[in-house]
């Protein structure tokens, strides 16, 4: 598969993985339903659902437009440089996020996408230091770059927004930083960057130590006869 045709399928899925955020948003809105009580209530069996449900409901076209624009943003770096734990990635931040929000949150209803968001940005950033390779670590430096400011969302300064929903999606992609690392990390100086037809890359092998036979197999096939069947005879 060429480039272009790689770029264009990640850009395309993560294009349709915002459709459903808008769709909802658009029906809530046009029709004046509040949705609210989908969101996270922390430690209220009344908020749980909201685990699953949260990430579809938003305040205003401010707050769906800068969710969703990141959320496409991370979502195609984590389709087109990490495509085999793409999926897994974005389960685990969903889930897992919620219920540490749904853990630690205060009691009120908290909604938005921004903490997958945030898991995706810290899970990139991190584990484009972790593996030491120089395209992904340069990918972590756009999304330091883009989206260095996140770090401001982690601190308790506007209590209109969930600070600690932030907190639940970065310590998330941390954890998915550190679970995937030793697939991506280098463990040799001599391992150079490769990209194969599917734009996954894989970098956690050492490379084998060529034997004598390994080389002579480079020679005509009589001569390598004659070489093994030496070795026998002594």
């Not at 685990?51 to 195609?76: E, P, R, Y």
Request: proline share 3%; glycine share 8%; net charge positive.
């Amino acid at each position: 598969m060429n480039d272009f045709k790689v770029l264009k399928r990640d850009l395309i899925r993560s294009g349709l993985l915002i459709i459903p955020f808008w769709i909802i948003y658009i029906i809530t809105w046009f029709y004046d339903i509040d949705i609210v009580t989908w969101g996270v209530f922390p430690r209220n069996l009344k908020g749980i659902i909201g685990i699953f449900t949260s990430v579809f409901v938003h305040s205003g076209w401010q707050h769906i437009i800068a969710n969703t624009t990141s959320f496409f943003t991370l979502s195609f770096f984590l389709f087109h440089f990490y495509k085999r734990i793409a999926y897994r990635s974005l389960l685990f931040n969903y889930i897992v996020g919620g219920v540490i929000l749904w853990v630690i949150g205060r009691e009120y209803w908290h909604i938005g996408v921004s903490g997958v968001v945030y898991g995706m940005a810290f899970q990139i950033c991190f584990l484009g230091i972790f593996s030491r390779r120089i395209a992904l670590s340069a990918v972590s430096l756009v999304v330091i770059f883009l989206y260095g400011s996140f770090v401001w969302g982690l601190m308790p300064i506007n209590e209109a927004v969930s600070w600690e929903g932030h907190i639940a999606g970065a310590l998330t992609g941390l954890a998915l930083a550190i679970i995937f690392r030793k697939q991506y990390l280098v463990v040799n100086i001599t391992d150079i960057d490769t990209v194969d037809d599917e734009h996954y890359i894989k970098y956690s092998y050492k490379p084998k130590k060529p034997t004598v036979f390994d080389l002579l197999k480079n020679l005509p096939d009589n001569y390598y006869e004659k070489v093994k069947r030496g070795k026998k005879s002594r």
